[in-house]
């Protein structure tokens, strides 16, 4: 197994995506790391450590946060990120990992590793966590891969996340719910009334219906299917949410009495560690499903141990041979399912 | 100026709409407040006090939280939230105020109050609060009344948000932001990019361009705009990431050592005043704008000071004659602005 790493994407590249993949390949010898990157900027990250399935691919340029995601994969064919890219492609690399501009790994995924046979439109999908009792983790797609979803988008989406979830998180017959504004069948703007009817006759989903965005971090569901201007304004909203909150939490406790200030003091551990689990950035990496290879992003400010996470994904998703299953599923013409 | 309020509607009714009622009469003697629902019911509440400007409507039927809205419009005209809008529409009322059934009101200012003229689409607006230091509060808009927006009805809620925003809340030229999943000009899907495209042009609107769902509690603009699809996934979204971080917190604190415990003793009452603070439902109110009249919703769980204050809402927009301006500025058939 060998995964092409952008080490130059992300607000503090390359040193934390050099060490979090250090880190990755010590702990996983049967997998070999490819970091595409300037060479001299890598290696000092290094120190004394030689290992022998790391290897640095020297590149000169990058794509910049600010880059037209379309125009930087068509153009700057020498970046790191879409030389990783085109490593997946040419089959140097089994899959891509980048902390990067989201909409340029979105399109080397679609320009340069390519669409999956019959699915018209990768998603982005991520996993959230549940805070509701002994509830399992949603996974929830599209975070806006595609901002204008057509009802079949959104089935194919849903199909996806079910194989993903039983190969890798070994969950069997997962369930589906379709992010709406109510619970019942007749709810939703056309989008989801037509998702609703296609999800629900669909024998290999087994779907549960529409659920609310109040119950997203309730683990009501294994899945959660929504298009990809809902799902990104959701998850922007529950990160806006949680950060305005801890802030107002802080605030609370400086400009409290002395009480406050104390007991703010003596929580102040438990509130550290409540927050990183709350914060999904945490939780680590988004899954482009639908292409033809593995391809993760994380974050642009993710650390080390974020970095480490995602490439541990990137392997397991690549050791249950998850995208095969996909293209298989989807290989026939006449029944896609 | 007279308000009907739907006394049987909300999981409180009809004691805390009672009791918020009895409170605002005593509080506003130039305003008349008519209580519809079942006259011994509401009467207990009164205890031995008499005013001259509360009045009480006997009905004996009323709107159920799982009843369908228009149907239940249409058939219930004996139900205490569908008489209270009939005497909105006869002129023996200037405002209508419940908190139950939230499509069963948006029903009734639709098909018994009235659209205003050219308004193709009223929508339901709430104001969010601001934890960003001296920023404003920014009002929100559509919540949900259309789950299937047009850019016209976009630039139609901006409008009417702009002269809602400088009748009562004193903001010349209130900025305008479009809710999308970008901040560049030609971000989202397709209704967003052709909804810039209005508002941007519009002469009448002072608008900022798109802000992103993170920032929706940093009062970044006076007025956010979205489809009432986002707008309602957004809300709930907030409203659920809230709810668990608090029980979130709750639960650190509860599972903690000693220290830990004691702490989250101490900080009790700031992390309450906090919570009240972040709970929109405790904001008070969503306005139906858009309609003949001022329609005001508030939560089904709303206590009497959340009815007292949405009735001082209901009295500042009559006060105002808000809904009269825009009706001014909705009435030239040629050009509506």
Redesign the interface.
């Known amino acids: 197994m060998r995964i092409a790493i952008d080490a130059m994407g992300g607000d503090f590249a390359p040193k934390e995506i050099v060490l979090g993949c250090l880190h990755a390949a010590k702990d996983y010898q049967d997998t070999h790391f490819m970091l595409y990157g300037h060479e001299d900027e890598i290696r000092q990250f290094f120190q004394d450590q030689d290992l022998d399935n790391i290897e640095i691919i020297h590149t000169t340029a990058k794509v910049e946060s600010n880059d037209d995601p379309v125009r930087a994969v068509r153009r700057k064919k020498d970046a790191s990120m879409v030389m990783a890219a085109q490593a997946v492609k040419d089959g140097q690399a089994d899959a891509l990992f980048s902390c990067g501009n989201t909409g340029a790994l979105v399109a080397s995924g679609l320009l340069v590793i390519g669409r999956i046979n019959q699915i018209d439109r990768p998603a982005l999908m991520t996993t959230l966590p549940s805070?509701s009792g002994q509830a399992q983790a949603s996974d929830i797609l599209d975070l806006?891969a595609n901002?204008?979803a057509k009802p079949i988008n959104v089935l194919q989406h849903a199909l996806m996340a079910s194989i993903y979830a039983e190969d890798i998180r070994g969950i069997e017959k997962p369930t589906v719910g379709l992010?709406n504004?109510g619970t019942e069948e007749n709810?939703?703007?056309?989008l989801?009334k037509k998702s609703y009817d296609l999800l629900a006759k669909d024998p290999n989903l087994n779907f549960y219906g529409n659920i609310?965005?109040?119950?997203?971090?309730?683990g009501v569901v294994d899945i959660i299917v929504a298009d990809?201007?809902?799902g990104?304004?959701?998850l922007?909203?529950?990160?806006?949410?949680?950060?305005?909150?801890?802030?107002?939490?802080k605030d609370?406790?400086l400009q409290?009495n002395l009480?406050?200030k104390?007991?703010?003091?003596?929580?102040?551990?438990?509130?550290k560690?409540?927050a990183k689990?709350?914060d999904y950035n945490q939780v680590g990496g988004a899954l482009l499903i639908g292409v033809q290879a593995p391809v993760m992003k994380s974050h642009g400010s993710s650390k080390a141990e974020v970095v480490h996470y995602c490439l541990t994904n990137c392997r397991n998703i690549l050791k249950a041979n998850m995208v095969s299953h996909l293209i298989e599923r989807f290989s026939d013409d006449i029944n896609p399912i």
């Open positions: 805070f806006g901002a204008d992010l504004i709810k939703g703007n056309d989801m609310e965005a109040r119950d997203l971090l309730n990809g201007f809902t990104n304004a959701v922007k909203t529950m990160e806006g949410t949680a950060l305005t909150l801890v802030s107002a939490i609370t406790i409290g009480k406050t104390v007991g703010g003091w003596m929580i102040k551990d438990a509130l560690t409540m689990q709350v």
